[in-house]
């Protein structure tokens, strides 16, 4: 008899139960910081240890669980043994401690009651990190005759700047810390502070307009006169047309995801 022939299996590959698992949790955490950008003007940041401790409970079944997930061919090397687990670790502590912090403000504001109130404005102050820029704002309002230190967005600099008073809504969470969810000034005002964010970005990072095509440049001149391996024409000249593309779609996804993330981290806030 003549042996059956099996057919390539069509069957798509699948996450799985697990990767479903971990993919919700990155959704919660991203919806949850988005939320709190949209909805939250200002709040106070303070540390907790005790909601470290529970983050980092969180940590130590969800770092073993993605490296089960991930399997042995992520370890590379001897040192991948150590250093993977620490960066797994310090990234589930670092999301679920601040998640929680967020959705503390959230719950707040959608059950708790809150001031209408009108405070001086003392001090507005922009905050950056070495290598991501603008991060957000500082605030610092006068309530109760004491000075608060408010935590803002990327734009809260650019609009709350002008005004030697604000009206706003004072609350104050679960966990004892005061947040502002509505700042009354005019709709008009606020898209300035956004155009005026989105102008500063531009010229600190107006290199990156430069960089892309100078990147696609090099790439090109590259492999269309320096070629790892010598090709006939034809096929180099095919090679070179599929890479050319490729890397034209992968700095267009990136550029666009940047663009994306300033959006729904700046601009929308």
């Not at 008009?188 to 990147?215: E, G, K, N, S, V």
Request: glycine share 4%; net charge positive; with cysteine.
């Amino acid at each position: 008899m003549a042996s059956r022939t099996k057919k390539p299996s069509t069957k798509r590959p699948s996450i799985g139960f697990g990767g479903y698992i971990l993919l919700i949790y990155w959704l919660i955490c991203l919806l949850i910081f988005l939320c709190t950008d949209l909805f939250i003007d200002l709040y106070v940041d303070v540390d907790y240890s005790q909601i470290l401790w529970y983050a980092s409970i969180i940590s130590l079944f969800l770092t073993p669980y993605t490296i089960h997930l991930l399997g042995k061919s992520i370890f590379s090397s001897w040192y991948t043994y150590l250093i993977l687990p620490l960066l797994f670790f310090a990234l589930y502590l670092s999301s679920a401690y601040f998640t929680v912090l967020k959705l503390d403000f959230l719950f707040s504001a959608s059950f708790k009651s809150e001031q209408k109130l009108v405070l001086p404005v003392k001090d507005v102050q922009r905050v950056f990190a070495r290598k991501a820029g603008n991060v957000n704002s500082n605030v610092t309002l006068k309530y109760r005759n004491q000075l608060i230190l408010f935590t803002g967005t990327r734009t809260s600099y650019f609009l709350l700047k002008p005004y030697p008073t604000l009206e706003v809504n004072l609350g104050k969470s679960y966990l004892g810390t005061y947040y502002i969810t509505d700042i009354n000034v005019p709709s008009q005002m606020r898209w300035a502070a956004r155009a005026a964010y989105l102008q500063d970005w531009f010229t600190r990072h107006y290199w990156l307009l430069i960089a892309l095509p100078l990147i696609m440049l090099f790439s090109w001149i590259k492999d269309r006169y320096f070629p790892s391996k010598i090709v006939a024409m034809p096929n180099a000249k095919n090679s070179f047309g599929i890479l050319f593309r490729r890397v034209a779609v992968i700095l267009i996804i990136i550029f666009a995801l940047g663009i994306l993330g300033i959006l729904l981290l700046g601009l929308l806030t």
